[in-house]
């Protein structure tokens, strides 16, 4: 990729500086990056004082056997100790810990003392099944509090976590299950989407079938459906939790002991187990989301509206939030049940200050239309995040007016399942924000954009993103796969992460994220990021959502095919084709004009609604479509195939 061929093609020129009452009391200042600049260790050890340890650490970074890291390497401490014993005993046990709303309308208020209670009573139960220190547990659940208690449980007594997605496939369960060498899988009878209950265990049981080393199922009971028991095997949560002490000591875990796996897809190849430890983890988890979020836990109430099956659920609603003695919402179902204003009116029932979600659900609020939002009452709203794509400046500035009253800061947040936690993004009493923008590395985190030739790009010019120093929450290996590790991540650049995603700094030294490497488009010896067409399209009023592929062309190398999605008040013609691709040039340039532009009715999504283009470049290049077990819904594929006139 040359400099030139990520070139600036999009131009913002929007800022808005950040509140003066929100800056004024804010968590942190620009003075944090002065301090971390100044000694990036001496900020991280003082970071880590956030957390209660049972150990002190002495050590910061151990950085002898890179990429291996070891962070407060000889610290202990216990994680579950941290998210909610300690606030308990500092006389916050009556604080709400969760909100939950059900999807059905059911709701539970969980405080700090509920939960520690919980907590310790599922970590006995874990002991009684013969779960222990070191082991692998697979947790397969729906939204519901047990998924929050059981990885905590499992922190709790150093058994090693893996979350898989509630809506995955029962084949890549068991491949998830295997790879792992999970000892014991926790799941539930079902849990309740889009109006219906829907049964989990079924997967489980088909998964067990290739996963012998599986002694033990927990099962919650959430929807009351009908479920097969397997006799010696499956147990359901109620007879053996609820019948366990609520006491149960927190041992003290080192600091690099082995808190969770999980599976990223990546487009090709076996899935990756990433592999997060405890101190360093914790750490940037809490501190990001305390600085980040602005959180003040005595009054904000705060939602991040992620899967559990996710990072952004790991480190945003489980370890972040309570560490910082979080009162939070968690939500089961999805935003259109029963109504288009769910999400506001959940927002407006707890009064949410900070929420926390992904551009794909905004550009999906959008389409639904702005009156929906309007009809609720979102003032308590001070902060807005975004996470898990590039956001468009449309939907940013859509959801900073219609979400946040034109003044909430929008904190735009790139990170990675490898990353743990946050690493580029504004902070809401610091920065003035740019849409479209994630702008800076926080303080702690060194983040530049390189050349093909690992060259440091100047201001204005495009190429790879890369982090340049070791950080707290990184990913310790590829479980199972240190060669893997090595080569996936510290290769391409020699001592460099490579983050895997395009991006451009413009004249300020600001990042802007342009998409995965694999996604960027070659037409006719010009490199041309997808993210750039797709937010050209989405600039259209036409259209609510698009995603763009590079398709082998016989003259141009690659060809741009952009698959649509319209806003209800827009009907396909072959005029609004033309029309839109007339935009593209416009907006972009003549060589960013798609050849073709398809209108279908969905888009192929991952469970944290990144899109899948892969899938999209196999329809447009005609071939069968590829594998499709991390999609969030399995029959998209088959909906927009059916959509689009057979390929000519
Ligand atoms: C947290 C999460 C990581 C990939 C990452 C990038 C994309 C995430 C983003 C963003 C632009 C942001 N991504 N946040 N791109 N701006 N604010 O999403 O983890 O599921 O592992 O995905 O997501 O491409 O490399 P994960």
Redesign the pocket.
């Known amino acids: 990729m040359s400099n030139e061929s990520l070139a600036n093609l999009l131009k913002e020129e929007r800022r808005f500086a950040p509140p003066a009452e929100l800056a004024a009391a804010a968590n942190v200042t620009a003075a944090a990056y002065a301090q971390a600049s100044e000694d990036r260790l001496a900020f991280w050890a003082e970071q880590a004082r956030r957390l209660d340890w049972a150990t002190e650490p002495t050590e910061t970074l151990d950085w002898s056997n890179p990429p291996f890291a070891k962070w407060f390497a000889d610290g202990t401490l216990n994680v579950a100790h941290n998210c909610v014993d300690r606030h308990v005993e500092a006389g916050n046990g009556d604080r709400v810990a969760i909100h939950f709303e059900g999807e059905p309308g059911d709701s539970r208020a969980i405080t700090y003392a509920q939960l520690k209670d919980e907590v310790s009573r599922a970590a006995n139960a874990l002991l009684e099944l013969g779960v222990t220190k070191g082991d692998r547990v697979a947790v397969y659940l729906p939204m519901i509090p047990e998924a929050v208690v059981a990885m905590l449980a499992c922190a709790r007594i150093g058994a090693t976590h893996s979350v898989v997605f509630g809506g995955f496939s029962a084949d890549a369960v068991a491949s998830r299950i295997q790879d792992a060498d999970a000892k014991l899988v926790i799941t539930a009878d079902g849990g309740y989407r889009r109006g219906k209950a829907t049964a989990l265990k079924p997967a489980i049981d088909e998964a067990l079938t290739k996963c012998p080393q599986v002694e033990h199922v927990l099962v919650v009971r959430r929807t009351g459906q009908d479920t097969a028991f397997t006799e010696g095997r499956d147990v359901w949560w109620h007879d053996i939790v609820e019948r366990q002490s609520a006491e149960h000591t927190a041992e003290a875990h080192d600091a690099e002991h082995p808190l969770f796996i999980l599976y990223?897809s990546g487009t090709t190849g076996k899935p990756k187990g990433i592999l997060h430890t405890t101190g360093g983890y914790l750490t940037q988890a809490a501190w990001t989301h305390h600085a980040v979020f602005d959180l003040k836990p005595e009054t904000d109430v705060y939602w991040c509206t992620a899967d559990i099956g996710?990072?952004?659920g790991h480190s945003y609603i489980v370890y972040g939030p309570l560490a910082n003695g979080a009162t939070q919402v968690i939500y089961e179902g999805t935003p259109d049940t029963p109504h288009q204003g769910r999400f506001w009116e959940i927002v407006q029932k707890y009064g949410v200050t900070i929420l926390y979600t992904a551009p794909t659900a905004i550009r999906t609020f959008m389409k639904w239309g702005d009156d929906i939002p309007a009809k609720f009452d979102l003032s308590s709203l001070r902060v807005l995040g975004?996470?898990?794509?590039?956001?468009n400046p449309e939907a940013w500035v859509w959801y900073r007016e219609h979400i946040g009253a034109g003044k909430a800061p929008i904190v735009?947040?790139?990170?990675?399942?490898?990353t743990g936690a946050m690493m580029i993004s504004p902070l809401p009493g610091v920065t003035t924000t740019k849409p479209g923008s994630?702008q800076r590395a926080l303080p702690g985190i060194a983040a530049t954009v390189v050349d093909d030739e690992a060259r440091e790009v100047p201001d204005g010019a495009g190429g790879y993103l890369v982090l340049t120093e070791p950080w707290p929450s990184m990913l310790r290996t590829i479980w199972g796969d240190d060669q893997r590790y090595i080569d996936t991540y510290w290769s391409r650049f020699e001592g460099r992460y490579f983050?895997?995603?395009g991006a451009k700094k413009d004249e300020d030294g600001d990042i802007w994220?342009l998409?995965?490497v694999d996604d960027v488009m070659l037409v006719s010896g010009h490199n041309i990021s997808t993210t750039e067409v797709e937010s050209a399209l989405v600039g259209h009023p036409a259209v609510a959502e698009s995603a763009v592929v590079g398709a082998t062309d016989a003259t141009t190398g690659q060809a741009i095919v952009a698959f649509v999605i319209l806003r209800g008040t827009a009907t396909d013609s072959p005029e609004l084709v033309e029309e839109l691709r007339a935009h593209v040039g416009r907006t972009l340039g003549p060589i960013a004009k798609p050849k073709q532009v398809k209108v279908v009715g969905e888009l192929p999504k991952t469970r944290?609604g990144?899109i899948m283009r892969r899938l999209l470049r196999d329809i447009a290049e005609g071939r069968e479509v590829g594998d499709t077990t991390t999609l969030a819904d399995s029959n998209v594929m088959n909906l927009i195939q059916s959509q689009l006139p057979a390929q000519g």
Do not use: Y
């Open positions: 990223t996710w990072v952004t975004s996470v898990g794509e590039p956001i735009d947040t790139w990170w990675q399942t490898e994630a983050a895997g995603d994220l998409g995965r944290s990144k």
